[in-house]
């Protein structure tokens, strides 16, 4: 089936690090989420991508989806210790149904 | 609502028994679905309503697992016979539409540990 992975599974930066994390798709997606889960709580929607190549920024998180549109990237500038938390990229099964597939996520420690 | 509500927000079982689980979407919004989240693990799907309609039951694991949204608004996850092997944080998310790509919204989640 569909399988979304990603890697590195841990991160451990020292603040105002940069860093990037990918998110590989076996199928190309129609578009692809990130989401970040904070210790304890639940994902919470940071953005889509949905045309190949497109780069969104938040603040000092960007994110890329390939040309492909098979992968994604995540790149935090400065990392803070506000940033700890677990992000996920996931993407809707082939033929653009609703459900999504998630990726086991990236685990963002900070040392200040 | 101002989000999605889950309730219990903690659940803890014997193994055998029958549980419920109680999820409150946003209000107005028309998809529903169910994950199931497992310690170190990403979202599993499980279950995906469109209005009172289960569009898509292919992620519920056996036939132990049942779900139910009657009025369109308010869904309840049903696991008959709970084993050890449920435990594992379930998670409701609700979107505006059923439109794929449209934002998923997720509740706290139920943890649920069956002994």
């Known amino acids: 089936g569909q399988q979304v992975m990603q890697i590195p599974q841990y991160q451990h930066v020292q603040e105002g690090e940069d860093f990037t994390t990918y998110c590989n798709s076996s199928?190309?997606?129609?578009?692809i989420q990130w989401y970040k889960q904070r210790p304890g709580g639940h994902p919470v929607f940071l953005i889509q991508?949905?045309?190949?190549?497109e780069v969104k920024k938040q603040k000092r998180l960007t994110f890329q989806f390939g040309e492909a549109k098979k992968n994604s990237s995540l790149h935090i500038t400065a990392t803070q210790t506000t940033d700890v938390g677990t992000y996920f990229c996931?993407?809707?099964?082939?033929?653009?149904?609703?459900?999504?597939?998630f990726g086991k996520g990236m685990k963002l420690t900070v040392n200040p | 609502g101002a989000g999605v509500s889950q309730t219990p927000s903690n659940k803890v079982t014997e193994k055998g028994k029958y549980v419920e689980l109680r999820c409150d979407p946003i209000?107005?919004?028309?998809?529903l679905y169910w994950y199931r989240q497992s310690l170190g693990q990403g979202p599993e799907f499980l279950i995906y309503?469109?209005?009172?309609?289960?569009?898509?039951d292919s992620g519920l694991p056996n036939d132990r697992f049942f779900a139910v949204r009657p009025e369109g608004s308010v869904s309840t996850l049903k696991i008959q016979r709970t084993e050890r092997g449920d435990s594992a944080v379930y998670l409701c998310?609700?979107?505006?539409?059923?439109?794929?790509?449209?934002?998923?919204?997720f509740g706290p989640g139920t943890r649920l540990t069956v002994l």
């Open positions: 998310a609700s979107s505006a539409t059923w439109l794929a790509g449209d934002t998923q919204y």
């Open positions: 199928t190309t997606l129609s578009n």
């Open positions: 991508l949905v045309k190949s190549g």
């Open positions: 996931a993407g809707p099964t082939q033929g653009g149904s609703e459900k999504l597939v």
């Open positions: 209000s107005g919004h028309t998809a």
């Open positions: 309503f469109q209005g009172t309609g289960a569009a898509d």
